[in-house]
């Protein structure tokens, strides 16, 4: 079994970076974010030619570094083999409008879209929505569809803001970032965030929020690079010991 932190390093090879976010499908996988064979993240290409989408017909713990297509941002296929997932809409047009995001992840987490089939919004009520406080985590519901349509990854893209996360009404979950490791952990706090505050809402107890400036200071406290590198090594070691053990 390889535990170096050197294997999860974030050199800015394209195979690399493919690599890394083929590990970032399966430790979300790992995380709650399975659902058969649907969910697909995406990395902006550097050379400016559009962006690499997982391919079709694999389950998120089914993915590895080959199993990308290139396509441009009109969903033409430049490169490699396989189905286009009929969602590559909806990472273009998050990419396009969100120059500061270089992944996209879309999934359905399932305490997240039971959460967002709910129109209660995420708080920063633990760590993990603390990741969230600054600009909160919007929910998109003018359909529960597939977004399959360029019109509706505008939409998409437009209620999603400058967040870290979107959820989809009756649907599932959005999640960005600017590298592999922060798309991921979005992704990650953000089940974890909605399986939290489903507890405490199940619980019946009062409750109250905690101070929005406070949040939003707490998450730059306890989200520092170092921490969130810490965080994506540890994911990769328990990944690599859950493969292990297979
Ligand atoms: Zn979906």
Request: charged letters at 25%; a negative charge.
């Amino acid at each position: 079994m390889q535990t170096s932190d050197a294997r999860y390093s974030q050199d800015d090879s394209v195979a690399n970076v493919l690599d890394n976010l083929a590990r970032a499908h399966r430790i979300l996988e790992m995380e709650g974010h399975g659902d058969m064979s649907m969910g697909h993240l995406s990395y902006r290409d550097p050379h400016g030619r559009g962006l690499w989408l997982k391919r079709g017909n694999l389950g998120m713990e089914e993915v590895h570094a080959g199993d990308y297509i290139l396509i441009d941002f009109d969903g033409n296929v430049l490169e490699g083999q396989g189905l286009r997932h009929l969602e590559w809409p909806l990472h273009a047009e998050i990419m396009l409008a969100r120059p500061d995001v270089h992944v996209v992840g879309h999934s359905h987490p399932f305490q997240a879209t039971v959460f967002g089939a709910g129109r209660a919004r995420i708080e920063p009520v633990n760590n993990h929505g603390v990741w969230f406080a600054e600009h909160g985590v919007p929910r998109f519901d003018s359909t529960s569809h597939i977004i399959t349509t360029q019109e509706l990854g505008k939409a998409l893209a437009r209620v999603l803001g400058d967040a870290d996360a979107v959820l989809q009404a009756n649907h599932g979950a959005s999640f960005v970032g600017r590298n592999v490791r922060d798309a991921t952990l979005a992704g990650i706090f953000l089940e974890k965030a909605a399986a939290f505050q489903l507890t405490l809402a199940a619980s019946g107890l009062p409750y109250d929020l905690p101070d929005a400036d406070e949040s939003v200071e707490k998450n730059r406290r306890i989200y520092p690079e170092r921490a969130r590198d810490n965080y994506w090594m540890y994911f990769n070691r328990k990944l690599d010991r859950l493969e292990a053990a297979r």
